[in-house]
């Protein structure tokens, strides 16, 4: 069974660069066809793709974001990784990691809080 | 950009009312659509694919359809568990690739 788990700090300062890293478990990243995916949910508001990655490295990612996100893949760890730079307190919010192109299966999500 | 725009935002429904919640998006997407069902807490769960393929191990009270513009997602007997918000998601070969609507929220009347 396909599993995804979020990693990274959970509190970032404003103006520095938040970073987080999805596992995959029970599977590889590399083994089939899809892309790997970052969402985000500010608190009670609704869902925004960032960006996604396919396990040779092409990435699409969303325009509002683009200057300021990086996501890469180290398929030799089955992970995937997201930069954010620049943050600020609009950028607090759970971050989902997911295989697409459906969502699914999604991580469990982690906050993180933009704030000094 | 496309944009999926979803009606009700809110909904206040009973146990085993029939419920349907509409995706329009501004430009035609094919069946290029899927729902989600997110709970308090939770992380989204996908429901229907493609616009009205049921999702492994999805009870067969959720049902999809629709294409091009205007889709549906109708749940014919709501249940104490279908509490929830549910989003709409598409997928198109334009940036931004996928995009999700801003949720209807489920509530118990």
């Known amino acids: 069974q396909l599993q995804l788990q979020e990693s990274g700090p959970g509190l970032v300062k404003p103006s520095e660069t938040l970073s987080l890293t999805c596992t995959v478990s029970?599977?590889?990243?590399?083994?089939?066809?899809?892309?790997w995916g970052w969402i985000r949910q500010p608190p009670g508001k609704g869902l925004e793709w960032i960006g996604s990655i396919y396990y040779s490295g092409s990435t699409y990612y969303n325009p509002s974001l683009k200057s300021r996100v990086t996501i890469s893949v180290d398929t030799s760890k089955n992970q995937f990784s997201l930069k954010l730079s620049s943050v600020t307190a609009a950028d607090t919010a759970v971050y989902y990691c997911?295989?697409?192109?459906?969502?699914?299966?999604w991580g469990q999500g982690t906050l993180v809080t933009v704030s000094s | 950009d496309i944009q999926l725009t979803q009606s009700p935002s809110f909904l206040s429904a009973s146990v085993g009312d029939r419920v349907t919640i509409t995706c329009r998006a501004s430009?035609?997407?094919?069946?290029?659509l899927a729902w989600y069902q997110q709970k308090p807490g939770k992380a989204p769960k996908l429901l229907i694919y493609a616009a009205s393929t049921l999702q492994s191990g999805v009870p067969s009270r959720f049902s999809g359809s629709g294409s091009g513009t205007e889709f549906t997602l109708t749940i014919s007997s709501l249940q104490p568990e279908d509490f929830a918000t549910y989003y709409c998601?598409?997928?198109?070969?334009?940036?931004?690739?996928?995009?999700f609507g801003q949720g209807t929220k489920v509530e118990i009347k």
């Open positions: 430009q035609g997407i094919s069946s290029y």
């Open positions: 029970g599977g590889s990243i590399s083994s089939s066809s899809y892309y």
């Open positions: 998601q598409q997928l198109n070969s334009y940036l931004p690739k996928w995009t």
């Open positions: 997911a295989r697409q192109d459906w969502f699914d299966p």
